[in-house]
């Protein structure tokens, strides 16, 4: 059933000639970006209002952590997602990627694996490279309702003298599984066991889109594991603040927390104070948008699934978490479906960036009419034969 749309995400403004990496990919040309992960709509007023008070104050000098991000985001935990957290284990980075690569060279020495689902979000397959350090990856099963992780395969990697760390994403990204807490539990005895410390990308964990599915922290299960992890999230996917360059990672562990901080030294920047701002009205204010906005994302979910299941040779299976379709376009027999997407004007993310080629990723956070063009426009690029 069609939900009471509010007007916020009826329409949105052009984002050309404004430097936006997702429109300007085909900026010559009439193909519909549909890749990169942010929304297209505003964000909302509560956040808007809190960036014009601080732009307001007229001064930007150096910033850390204002007093009130870190109760804020520990607040938004609890809240959210029953974890308590202490205000202290946070620390703000201005990115979730820039925290990634931070993790590779604070958790891990040269050589070292660092293991990761696959198919997965293209910078956990690219990032450990220039670290030094080997990506080790473990093929997440495609299931008939869900993609999961494959257990002897991990212990098997795991085993090998190789891997240190393991990055977890967590609502996963792009098959939007989210975890549950039995699978988080093996997964906790399992990196116990090897010695190896889990970093949990929880970036899209406030986009979860079925209440019987809930996001349960990896750090916050009662197990030496979880006391040793870091997580990292961000309000940047849930209230579109990408550009804005604001994230935290949490970690418990005061050391790792110090070394955090040397490592990151002189190479990581600080965060800027509009993010700061955005982040802590997104996350004490935000919620009731996040609520409107996932009554969208479920009906964008079902119109996806609808129109894909009516294309010959395409699949894709209900996601539980994220704005992001993820299909499977092997049975069409089509050699290269990012070309042939792009050829009838749609623009995805390309399976293979995500080392799983054969499948295209489609953001569905969009305007609904906006998102009908993207499909009819994913009809004929894959016609019946
Ligand atoms: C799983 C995951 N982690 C991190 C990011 C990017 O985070 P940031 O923009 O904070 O670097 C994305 C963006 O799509 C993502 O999907």
Same mark, same amino acid.
Request: glycine share 8%; aromatic share 8%.
């Given at each position: 059933?069609?939900?009471?749309?509010?007007?916020?995400?009826?329409?949105?403004?052009?984002?050309?000639?404004?430097?936006?990496?997702?429109?300007?990919?085909?900026?010559?040309?009439?193909?519909?970006?549909?890749?990169?992960?942010?929304?297209?709509?505003?964000?909302?007023?509560?956040?808007?209002?809190?960036?014009?008070?601080?732009?307001?104050?007229?001064?930007?000098?150096?910033?850390?952590?204002?007093?009130?991000?870190?109760?804020?985001?520990?607040?938004?935990? =609890?809240? #959210?997602?029953?974890?308590? +957290?202490? @205000?202290?284990?946070?620390?703000?980075?201005? /990115?979730?990627?820039? %925290?990634? !690569?931070?993790?590779?060279?604070?958790?891990?020495?040269?050589?070292?694996?660092?293991?990761?689902?696959?198919?997965?979000?293209?910078?956990?397959?690219?990032?450990?490279?220039?670290?030094?350090?080997?990506?080790?990856?473990?093929?997440?099963?495609?299931?008939?309702?869900?993609?999961?992780?494959?257990?002897?395969?991990?212990?098997?990697?795991?085993?090998?003298?190789?891997?240190?760390?393991?990055?977890?994403?967590?609502?996963?990204?792009?098959?939007?599984?989210?975890?549950?807490?039995?699978?988080?539990?093996?997964?906790?005895?399992?990196?116990?066991?090897?010695?190896?410390?889990?970093?949990?990308?929880?970036?899209?964990?406030?986009?979860?889109?079925?209440?019987?599915?809930?996001?349960?922290?990896?750090?916050?299960?009662?197990?030496?594991? =979880?006391? #040793?992890?870091?997580?990292? +999230?961000? @309000?940047?996917?849930?209230?579109?603040?990408? /550009?804005?360059?604001? %994230?935290? !990672?949490?970690?418990?562990?005061?050391?790792?927390?110090?070394?955090?901080?040397?490592?990151?030294?002189?190479?990581?920047?600080?965060?800027?104070?509009?993010?700061?701002?955005?982040?802590?009205?997104?996350?004490?204010?935000?919620?009731?948008?996040?609520?409107?906005?996932?009554?969208?994302?479920?009906?964008?979910?079902?119109?996806?699934?609808?129109?894909?299941?009516?294309?010959?040779?395409?699949?894709?299976?209900?996601?539980?978490?994220?704005?992001?379709?993820?299909?499977?376009?092997?049975?069409?027999?089509?050699?290269?479906?990012?070309?042939?997407?792009?050829?009838?004007?749609?623009?995805?993310?390309?399976?293979?960036?995500?080392?799983?080629?054969?499948?295209?990723?489609?953001?569905?956070?969009?305007?609904?009419?906006?998102?009908?063009? =993207?499909?009819?426009?994913?009809?004929?690029?894959? @016609?019946?034969?």
């Amino acid at each position: 059933m069609k939900p009471h749309l509010h007007s916020a995400f009826a329409s949105c403004p052009d984002r050309r000639e404004t430097g936006s990496e997702k429109w300007d990919r085909w900026a010559d040309r009439d193909v519909l970006p549909v890749w990169v992960a942010d929304m297209d709509f505003r964000t909302p007023e509560v956040v808007l209002d809190a960036i014009r008070a601080r732009v307001d104050h007229g001064v930007f000098g150096y910033t850390h952590e204002p007093p009130g991000f870190r109760p804020a985001l520990a607040d938004h935990c =609890a809240r #959210r997602h029953g974890w308590q +957290v202490d @205000p202290d284990w946070i620390v703000a980075v201005p /990115g979730v990627v820039t %925290a990634l !690569a931070l993790t590779a060279r604070l958790c891990a020495e040269p050589a070292d694996g660092i293991l990761t689902f696959t198919p997965v979000y293209p910078p956990f397959l690219t990032l450990p490279g220039p670290a030094g350090r080997a990506c080790v990856r473990v093929p997440l099963m495609r299931g008939s309702t869900a993609w999961s992780i494959d257990f002897d395969a991990l212990d098997e990697a795991a085993g090998t003298s190789l891997p240190k760390l393991l990055w977890l994403c967590h609502p996963h990204n792009p098959t939007g599984t989210v975890f549950s807490r039995t699978d988080l539990l093996q997964l906790a005895e399992l990196t116990d066991r090897h010695g190896i410390t889990v970093v949990s990308d929880e970036i899209w964990a406030d986009l979860v889109l079925d209440d019987d599915a809930g996001h349960v922290p990896f750090a916050s299960l009662d197990h030496p594991a =979880a006391q #040793r992890a870091i997580t990292l +999230v961000a @309000p940047s996917k849930t209230w579109n603040l990408a /550009g804005l360059g604001c %994230a935290a !990672a949490i970690i418990r562990d005061e050391s790792l927390r110090r070394r955090w901080r040397s490592v990151g030294g002189g190479l990581v920047p600080m965060v800027n104070p509009l993010g700061y701002a955005a982040a802590e009205a997104a996350w004490r204010h935000g919620d009731a948008w996040r609520c409107e906005l996932l009554a969208l994302l479920r009906h964008h979910r079902g119109l996806v699934l609808e129109r894909v299941a009516l294309i010959p040779g395409l699949s894709c299976l209900p996601w539980q978490a994220t704005y992001l379709a993820w299909i499977d376009c092997r049975a069409t027999g089509c050699a290269d479906p990012q070309v042939a997407c792009e050829a009838a004007g749609l623009g995805p993310s390309d399976g293979r960036d995500f080392g799983l080629p054969g499948f295209i990723r489609l953001n569905t956070a969009c305007p609904t009419d906006r998102l009908l063009v =993207a499909l009819d426009r994913l009809a004929q690029a894959f @016609p019946a034969a």
